[in-house]
Every structure is written in C-alpha cells, then in structure tokens.
C-alpha cells in the first residue's frame, strides 16, 4: 500500500491537473495547495518520478503516469464515499465531512470502500457534488457551469460546490443553498456585484464571487 504522503500527493497533483485542464502541474501550486515548501514538494515528486507514479520534469512540473492516475482515483474514491457515508448515515454536515475524510481515506481497505459503496447504493456524487470514481477507475463528467454565469429568467439547479472551505459551506446553507437546491435567476447584471435568486418562493441575493462556487445543471 502506498504510504499516506504518497497518497495525498498523488491526489494533490490529479486535483489541480482537472481544475486547470492540464496534464502537467507546477511544483509552486501543489506546494500551495498542501501548505508545504517548493523544496520538499522537489524532493517528493523525485520520489513519485522513481516509483513510476509521475513523470517530473524540473523547472516544467509534473504529469502522473497511469499507475498514479490510477492510485490518484482510488484516493478520491475512498475520500469521496467515507464522506457520502458520513453525510448519509451519520448526518454529519456537508462542513463537516471533508475533515473527516483526509484522515480515514488513508485508514480504509478498498475492499470496505467497496462495501460501503454498496451499502450506500452506489451514489455518483459526494455531499458536494464532485463525481465519486466508481470500482472501474470510470467516473461521470462534474458540472462545471457557474451559476454566475446563468441569465435572469434562467432556471438552476445547484449540482456541485467548487469551495469546499467549511466557512463558505456554511455561508451557503445560511442562505439556503444546498447541492439539488433549484432556483430561478431573477436578475444578473454584469454591472452589479449581487445576483438576485428566487429560492422556495423568496428572493434572495447571492455575490456574484459566491455564485462563481457553485457549479450548476
Ligand atoms: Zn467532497
């Protein structure tokens, strides 16, 4: 099995390589989204380069191999059920769950991710609404449409959250907004740094910053 920093690396680099649409990540992003310095970040994806999970190239970045494209889904899909399971069974909060899951992602056998898959029916999505890799290394398309980005008159669904932090989570549900929420844009001018939303019968305003997390269908 591979160790836990492995582990978290590999699914570090597939993270941002998704988000920018690009095979390759700089060591300067991976050493900002683990809060850790350039130079360690170096000598780890050395390390990665040797074992054949990533091809690192100095001063250019880092491309995973399929081997790491494989373990990096693995690790996402233990994160993204454990926090399905918890949100499920437990009721934990959609704030609550992400904490949980960075430590017992790395506790847990496939085999009882497996299970738990089952147990939970086999969901496609996580509480908040990034795509859960099924058994087969397959995994759906995550929307990717900004709900800032839809016109007044148009009707939403809220399908994922891009901002996973539990503060802007919590913003979120304090302003009823949850993943399957619908909703009509009552207005959204370009102009205006609020978006009105109708939400259950009543108006609300949303940043258009906030608005850019939510990815909806
Ligand atoms: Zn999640």
Redesign the pocket.
């Known amino acids: 099995m591979a160790s836990l920093t492995v582990e978290n690396y590999v699914k570090t680099i597939y993270v941002l390589a998704q988000k920018a649409s690009a095979a390759e990540v700089a060591t300067g992003q991976i050493a900002a989204a683990l809060g850790v310095l350039p130079g360690t970040v170096t000598s780890m994806l050395k390390t990665l380069d040797e074992s054949n999970l990533a091809t690192y190239t100095p001063y250019e970045g880092v491309r995973l191999t399929a081997a790491g494209r494989a373990l990096a889904l693995r690790v996402l899909r233990r ?2 059920l454990i ?1 399905q399971f918890l949100s499920q069974t437990l009721n934990l909060s959609w704030d609550e ?2 904490e949980e899951a960075e430590h017992m992602e790395h506790a847990v056998s496939d085999a009882l991710v497996d299970r738990i898959d089952a147990f939970l029916g086999h969901p496609t999505t ?3 609404g ?1 795509p859960i890799p099924q058994a087969d290394g397959s995994m759906a398309v995550a929307a990717d449409r900004p709900l800032s980005q839809c016109k007044s008159g148009e009707k939403f669904r809220v399908a994922r959250v891009v901002d ?1 932090s539990p503060a802007f989570l919590r913003s979120l549900t304090e302003s009823g907004l949850e993943i399957d929420s619908q909703g009509l844009v009552v207005a959204n001018e370009m102009s205006q740094n609020n978006m009105t939303l109708r939400l259950a019968g009543e108006d609300r305003h949303l940043s258009r910053e906030a608005a850019a997390k939510l990815m909806v269908r």
Do not use: S
């Open positions: 994160h993204r926090e769950v992400h996580d509480p908040h990034d996973q």
